[in-house]
Each structure stands twice: as structure tokens, then as C-alpha cells.
């Protein structure tokens, strides 16, 4: 079992930055692929940013590449994602997400086993 509480959500302008963190409680951190989803008000959950176990492969949708970073330490049970030159469009709740799997479907939800409770994000034009 594995526990995921996100953190860093807010209020932003158009243009700036936050940084998101996701805290995983167990031993497990490191053996799980993890994600970031987004879901705003009446559209579907949307992938966002993965990154493998080992933290040496990560993975964009293409909305975000160029300025959104994901990260994790495993040693922090921590996976983070960095959004640079946010947009209007970027206002969400942001969800983290942990898979036992291979990590090949890493950009469909159903592919995730826990999920954190989701942190809101808003970005004012």
C-alpha cells in the first residue's frame, strides 16, 4: 500500500512558476513508476508528466514539454514537478500517481494504482 499527499498547489500568474511535490509513505517508493495527472473542471483526467523508477527516463505530454520538469528522489520517497511559464490553460487539480506495473501504458490512468488527493492549481491571465 502506498499513501501519495500533494503539496505546492496555488494561485499563480501567467508566466510564473510552481513547484508540486508528492510524498509517498513505504518502503515501495522506488519500485514504482510515477505520474503526473491533471484534471480540470468538466474535461477528463489528462496525462502530464512519468518518470521511471530509477528517475533516468521521463516522459511529456506534449502541452507541457519544454516547461514542466518532473524529478524524484527516491532516498525523499519524493517525486516533484516543476512548471515554468505556466499558462491559463494549466489551471487544474494536479494529481500524483504510483504504478507497480512495467510502465509501458505510463500515460493512461488506469495504469496507475494510488493516486494523492490531487492539489489546485490556478493561473490567472
Known amino acids: 500500500q502506498v499513501q501519495l499527499v500533494e503539496s505546492g498547489g496555488g494561485l499563480v500568474q501567467a508566466g510564473g512558476s510552481l513547484r508540486l511535490s508528492c510524498a509517498a509513505s513505504?518502503?515501495?517508493?522506488?519500485?514504482?513508476?510515477m505520474g503526473w495527472f491533471r484534471q480540470a473542471p468538466g474535461k477528463e483526467r489528462e496525462f502530464v508528466a512519468a518518470i521511471s523508477r530509477s528517475g533516468g527516463s521521463t516522459y511529456y505530454a506534449a502541452s507541457v514539454k519544454g516547461r514542466f520538469t518532473i524529478s524524484r528522489v527516491n532516498a525523499k520517497n519524493t517525486v516533484y514537478l516543476q512548471m515554468n511559464s505556466l499558462k491559463p490553460e494549466d489551471t487544474a487539480v494536479y494529481y500524483c500517481?504510483?504504478?507497480?506495473?512495467?510502465?509501458?501504458?505510463?500515460?493512461?490512468?488506469?495504469?496507475?494504482?494510488?493516486w494523492g488527493q490531487g492539489t489546485q492549481v490556478t493561473v490567472s491571465s
Open positions: 513505504g518502503r515501495t517508493f522506488s519500485s514504482h513508476v
Open positions: 500517481a504510483a504504478s507497480q506495473g512495467p510502465g509501458s501504458n505510463r500515460y493512461r490512468p488506469n495504469e496507475y494504482d494510488y
